[in-house]
Nanobody, 125 residues
Framework: QVQLVESGGGLVQAGGSLRLSCAAS????????MGWFRQAPGKEREFVAA????????YYADAALGRFTISRDNAKNTVFLQMDRLKPDDTAVYYC??????????????????WGQGTQVTVSS
């Protein structure tokens, strides 16, 4: 069992920045691929960014490319999502997830085994 706790969400004006964190329990965090998804009201949960266990590969949704950066600190069991130049369309609950299957498609929601409770990001215009 892996427990995830997201933090760092809040209210920000368009063009601003936020840094989300996801702290994970467990000694094997460094073996897992991690991802961030988001869900806006009335919409499906969608992929935002992901990172392989070693940090060597990262993946981004088109909407996040060039504005968001995913990173991880395996010594602190934490994955981060730096979000810059935020837009009102980025408003959503952001969730981090753990994928325990090596080589899985990290853009696919069903690849993830555990999720955090989410953190709200609201971007005002």
């Amino acid at each position: 069992q892996v427990q995830l706790v997201e933090s760092g969400g809040g209210l920000v004006q368009a063009g601003g920045s936020l840094r989300l964190s996801c702290a994970a329990s467990g000694r094997t965090f460094g073996s897992y691929d991690m991802g961030w998804f988001r869900q806006a009201p009335g919409k499906e949960r969608e992929f935002v960014a992901a990172i392989r266990w070693s940090g060597s590969r990262t993946y981004y949704a088109d909407a996040a490319l060039g504005r968001f950066t995913i990173s991880r600190d395996n010594a602190k069991n934490t994955v981060f999502l730096q979000m810059d130049r935020l837009k009102p369309d980025d408003t959503a609950v952001y969730y981090c997830g753990v994928c325990r299957t090596l080589g899985a498609d990290l853009r696919t929601r069903s690849s993830y085994d555990y999720w955090g409770q989410g953190t709200q990001v609201t971007v005002s215009s």
